[in-house]
């Protein structure tokens, strides 16, 4: 192994956002050219969004719109809170974030454990609305003394983060020789902080946006204009249906649009080939600089940005069964019940136990995963199955009732269904049970609760 020169000691976190690595590409066809991404999920609170809470905080300080003991409010559904919980950590603010009830579990934990104050509002209501987290976020700032709105999709100290460090950063690590820079669109800071530093460095340099499939800002670029009607796309922190106060389309010159499956695909590679365990946007990026890659017919030097950690997402694009409840499988199809069942028993994915089990290890697998219920397998066959309750009720009843075995606990009275059934003969055990137990040839598939029916039925609707 190379040894490379030790990195000089820092004195305070906020030393270390900024100058993220380059990484070249290696093991992925990119066709003619060569790709690199700039690694921002190697700041401090794991996103490029660190660099715009600094910016933000610092500009309102200069300008004696932020106190010592004042407090910090902002309306984001991603990595701009996080990073202004930690940078507002730093510096002793109080933070207030008001979220809308999308964000994925690991980033509302990440916030808690900073100490935010959180508020959750309605993902489903337009700008308008008075729950629209904007519109609350706006009101607080009203009614607090001392506070402070960041407005990331409106504050200029967004787009000067990235004109003054991101952008330069990326031009000296390519040595002055970069063909084109590939980007999406949330705040619009980025595109057009970048944008507007290479226009004045590199004019030749082609500013590309890669856009969520239902997003607006790939109409906006290629046709001037759009219409909005209601599309939607998973990829979290890009993507409008608006266009943000400082996003300049000016510095745009070109853009793509990717499906969400595509860009969860392009994670999986990323991770499996070059070992980058990316946040999703970063598969809609590195999706869209591939595929701008491999249309070209002569070598060309591609950057783009791995946002931010994929630590970050497990929960939801690194998770079979929220790939699966939300139409991102690759099974082939079987038009019958077992197509519901997301954890495979004929594939080994199924947590279970065994009769001779302990009570304890029960406990430690639901509460590990977050279910209520688990099969008691015996060569593979289902014997019973054991639910919170009866452990619940064991351990209520008995000193030690942890240690016993799960055959004294478990159910035997297992509500089987065969996998042709209906929806609606699932729907009747349903309503008297917890689960069902599905077969298939007498082999045992999966077990069904409540939440996989409302999610076949959201697929449906």
């Not at 993902?123 to 904007?134: A, C, I, L, T």
């Not at 790939?218 to 204009?225: E, H, N, Q, R, T």
């Not at 079979?320 to 069942?341: I, M, T």
């Not at 009866?390 to 209520?396: G, Y």
Request: a negative charge; hydrophobic letters at 40%; charged letters at 25%.
């Amino acid at each position: 192994m190379k040894k490379l020169p030790l990195p000089e000691i820092n004195h305070s976190l906020l030393e270390m956002v900024g100058n993220t690595p380059l990484l070249e590409i290696k093991n992925i066809d990119v066709g003619l050219c060569r790709l690199f991404v700039k690694m921002e999920s190697q700041n401090p609170g794991g996103s490029i969004k660190d660099r715009v809470a600094v910016s933000i905080i610092e500009q309102a300080e200069t300008d004696g719109l932020l106190k010592s003991g004042g407090t910090i409010v902002e309306a984001t559904a991603g990595n701009t809170g996080l990073g202004l919980a930690l940078i507002g950590a730093l510096k002793g603010y109080r933070v207030i974030l008001v979220i809308p009830d999308k964000m994925s579990q690991e980033k509302i934990l990440h916030l808690k454990a900073l100490g935010t104050e959180i508020i959750f509002t309605r993902s489903d209501v337009s700008k308008d609305h008075p729950e629209y987290y904007h519109n609350i976020a706006e009101k607080i700032v009203k009614e607090t003394p001392g506070s402070f709105y960041a407005n990331q999709f409106g504050n200029p100290a967004n787009v000067l983060a990235h004109e003054t460090t991101t952008g330069p950063e990326i031009w000296e690590q390519m040595n002055h020789d970069i063909d084109a820079f590939v980007a999406g669109v949330g705040s619009g800071g980025t595109l057009t902080g970048i944008g507007k530093f290479f226009k004045s460095v590199s004019p030749e340099t082609q500013i590309v946006a890669a856009d969520p499939e239902g997003s607006i800002i790939f109409d906006a670029v290629k046709k001037g204009s759009f219409s909005y009607e209601g599309g939607s796309w998973l990829v979290e922190g890009i993507g409008e249906d608006f266009i943000p106060d400082i996003l300049d389309l000016s510095y745009i010159d070109d853009a793509v649009t990717i499906h969400d499956s595509k860009a969860f695909e392009t994670l999986d590679i990323l991770l499996k080939k070059e070992g980058i365990l990316a946040g999703s946007s970063a598969g809609t990026l590195v999706a869209g600089a591939i595929e701008g890659c491999k249309a070209q017919t002569e070598p060309k030097r591609v950057v783009t940005l791995i946002c931010d950690t994929g630590n970050k997402y497990l929960s939801k694009v690194f998770d079979e069964a929220w790939l699966s409840n939300n139409g991102f499988n690759n099974r082939n199809l079987k038009n019958d019940l077992s197509d519901l069942v997301v954890m495979r028993a004929d594939q080994g994915q199924v947590i279970s136990v065994k009769e001779d089990d302990t009570v304890l290890i029960a406990y430690n697998r639901m509460r590990n995963s977050n279910i209520s219920q688990l099969p008691v397998l015996s060569d593979g066959n289902v014997v019973g199955v054991v639910e919170e309750n009866d452990i619940l009720s064991n351990c209520l009843n008995k000193k030690n009732g942890f240690s016993d075995s799960i055959a004294d606990v478990m159910s035997k009275d297992i509500n089987q269904i065969d996998s042709k059934s209906s929806i609606d003969e699932l729907s009747s055990i349903l309503d008297e049970e917890n689960f069902a137990i599905v077969m298939e040839n007498n082999t045992f598939i999966g077990l069904l609760t409540k939440v996989d029916l409302l999610a076949y039925l959201k697929k449906n609707i």
